[in-house]
């Protein structure tokens, strides 16, 4: 295996480290895995996810580039204004899979988000016909009937009533501090949107792979509101999907975060031609 640093995008202030496997371990036909920030994570990942990733999937010989956006970890800031941020993430992944194409001659590519990650990567995903797998972690969620029917039952747990007792014997500037207003928003597209972008994907022979964790529990809280919410393309069975509601938002439990790596690598496995890996 082999780390190096590479620059590239506009003005080459994007930076990233690519990650190779031993030539002789390289797995022909493996599209190359291109990771980028979660939230305000730098290219390591949260609690080293990525670097760990990264250098799983060398050992199955897969290439692996993992990159800060711009202003993000060590890319710079760009210097023309102008673009949204949800334009130049999706911008700056393309500039990624250019400079993998142009200066390292790879042609297929798979791209993984991680919540706000998943909004470039699915974009991108769409957009480009050289993405040929995307695994979306805690992407888009739509709650269901079925969601309605548990979020209600939770009110008859004992656990969580005396929890919420002993949040009310509190002082009042904590009890205020933990209600504070959310300082982070993501724009989700519309259902019906979604469905078409997942169906014009499954016609393209994308590999797709989702993952949700418990730490969605405001918007996702059962393993079968997956296939509930997006039922009219019936993806019981075409595509690879784990729920993990022990899991929290950011897989900070190493056993947790195992099972995810498990879970990608055996997924990015199946996103290379059945011929390369016979050979």
Sequence with gaps: MR???????????LVGILTE???????PGAPTVVLSNVGL?????????WVELARQLAGRGFSTLR???????????????GADEFQRAREETRAALDYLEQKKGHQRFALIGLCSGVDSAHAVTVADPRVVGAAFIDGYTYRTLGYHLRFHLRYLSPRRWSRFLRKRKLPAQLREAG????????EYPEREQ??????????????LCFVFSGGMGLSFNHEGQFYEMLSPLKLEGRVTYAFYPRADHL????????????????????????RALAG
Excluded: M
């Design 3 to 13: 780390e190096r640093i590479c620059t590239f995008g506009p003005e080459l202030s």
């Design 21 to 27: 496997p031993d030539p002789a371990k390289a797995l």
């Design 41 to 49: 994570n730098h290219h390591v990942g949260p609690y080293r996810l």
């Design 67 to 81: 990159f800060d956006l711009s202003g993000l970890g060590d890319s710079r800031p760009r210097r023309e204004g």
């Design 179 to 186: 209600e504070a207003d959310e300082v982070y928003t993501r």
């Design 194 to 207: 979604l469905t078409q972008d997942y169906q014009h994907l499954l016609e393209r022979g994308v590999s």
């Design 251 to 274: 897989f900070s439990v190493p056993e947790d975060r195992a099972e995810l790596l498990r879970k990608l690598t055996a997924w990015a496995v199946g996103t290379v031609p059945p």
